[in-house]
């Protein structure tokens, strides 16, 4: 049994080093959990060595990855699951009191390190659920989750599905943002970004998370088109997109569109993954976050935009819905190319903006990284009262 008072030694696992929004997650989960005074260490396959996209505050373990078998995603997924297993087949490495899994990857591992005896409950976040286009990888997110004791969401959009397709029952943890990184305050890094991206006067719209069909790049390319009819001079930045998974027949539809709207070739900017320290003030050089995504689990990019005083145009469906009412945001039909066009202008006009960015800066203030830790620790523990000591089976 772990005691209520007793500080847990927790191991929070994720699928990649690379700032994608499961990491982040469980970077900002650890720290929150550090400063609670508990011991987390966040673990991630690291084929080439290069550590996490940040500092933490937390501890952090890079787990050797041996090349994939073979071609593929498939491939890719058993590599990285196969590095964790003989990462934990020590069993220093198992010296903790909780095993918790932020995806399919480190959730298949630790489903057959508690089947073999190794580690007790297996846990696991669902952020949300891939389509992956692979049997084998959608069999095996599927076997992540139906094996995993216990599951967590951060919305409860998620909760639902995965009560509908699954049958399990989730505990909606939420999510955070670091309004101190996360600010309206300069830092010195805006004018280095808006000369190295050539972006001008703008109005500069920007769509985080790569060229992606969840994130609906190409919707967001062609109303960003409409919007230049408008707009000659505006900008669209589209940062980040450090992913596992293979977009290149999406990215390839993508140039094909940037084609067909004959944009000149420095409206649009592709930045690719940037540096941990700019993204703060990427958002503060920008004039409206676009974000009409179709699948997320819950959107941390809209809460982090809001709380560096930008405005968001996002889609009006789950997960934003729940967490953002209805004059918190400029809200479109994530299908209708026309409808994210028009949001997009309707972002840039006063006084509606002003009001945006005001009530933007209360909605990330409703959520912080400690609420998020507080609502783990308190499952942790009610699923624990009965567990066995570190590293043996607990009971099913």
């Given at each position: 049994m772990i005691s209520a008072d007793r500080p847990l030694r927790i191991a929070l696992l994720t699928?990649?080093?690379?700032?994608?929004?499961?990491?982040?997650?469980?970077?900002?989960?650890?720290?929150?959990?550090?400063r609670l005074g508990h011991e987390a260490v966040v673990h991630a396959p690291d084929p080439d060595g290069r550590g996490f996209f940040r500092d933490t505050l937390a501890g952090t373990r890079s787990v050797p990855?041996?090349?994939?078998?073979?071609?593929?995603?498939?491939a890719l997924v058993q590599s990285r699951i196969a590095?964790?297993?003989?990462?934990?087949?020590?069993?220093?490495?198992?010296?903790?009191?909780?095993?918790?899994?932020?995806?399919?990857?480190?959730?298949?591992?630790?489903?057959t390190l508690r089947d073999r005896g190794l580690i007790g409950r297996a846990m696991r976040t669902v952020h949300h659920v891939d389509r992956f286009g692979d049997d084998r990888v959608d069999a095996l997110e599927a076997r992540s989750i139906r094996g995993a004791d216990e599951l967590f969401v951060v919305s409860r959009v998620w909760a639902d599905e995965l009560a509908r397709r699954f049958g399990r029952q989730a505990t909606v943890v939420g999510?955070?943002?670091?309004?101190?990184?996360f600010s309206p305050d300069a830092d010195g890094r805006e004018d280095g970004l808006r000369q190295r991206f050539g972006l001008g006067a703008g109005p500069v719209f920007l769509s985080v998370g790569g060229i992606e069909a969840r994130k609906n790049s190409i919707a967001i390319l062609q109303a960003f088109a409409q919007v230049r009819r408008l707009k000659p001079r505006a900008r669209l930045v589209i940062a980040g997109g450090a992913s596992v998974l293979d977009h290149d027949s999406y990215r390839?539809?993508?140039?094909?569109?940037?084609?067909?709207?004959?944009?000149?070739?420095?409206?649009?900017?592709?930045?690719?993954?940037?540096?941990?320290?700019?993204?703060?003030?990427?958002?503060?050089?920008?004039?409206?976050?676009?974000?009409?995504?179709?699948?997320?689990?819950?959107?941390l990019a809209v809460i982090e935009a809001m709380?560096?005083?930008l405005p968001v145009v996002t889609a009006t469906i789950p997960p934003f819905t729940e967490h953002l009412a209805a004059d918190e945001a400029?809200?479109?039909?994530?299908?209708?190319?026309?409808?994210?066009?028009?949001?997009m202008l309707v972002s840039l006009v006063e006084p509606l903006r002003s009001r945006l960015i005001?009530?933007?800066?209360?909605?990330?203030?409703?959520?912080?990284?400690?609420?998020?830790a507080m609502a783990h620790l308190a499952q942790w523990r009610l699923l624990h009262e009965t567990a066995t000591p570190r590293g043996m089976p607990c009971p099913r």
């Open positions: 699928h990649s080093t690379n700032p994608r929004g499961g990491v982040v997650h469980a970077l900002e989960l650890a720290d929150a959990l550090v990855v041996t090349a994939p078998a073979g071609p593929g995603l498939a590095g964790y297993l003989a990462y934990f087949e020590d069993p220093a490495a198992r010296d903790f009191d909780i095993f918790h899994a932020q995806d399919g990857i480190s959730g298949n591992a630790l489903v999510n955070g943002v670091d309004m101190t990184r390839a539809r993508f140039e094909a569109a940037r084609h067909a709207c004959r944009l000149p070739a420095n409206a649009v900017v592709v930045t690719g993954r940037l540096d941990h320290a700019e993204m703060p003030a990427l958002y503060r050089i920008a004039d409206t976050l676009v974000f009409p995504s179709l699948n997320e689990g819950f959107g709380a560096a005083g400029v809200w479109c039909d994530p299908h209708s190319v026309a409808s994210i066009a028009d949001a005001a009530g933007g800066y209360r909605v990330a203030a409703r959520h912080d990284w400690r609420r998020t």
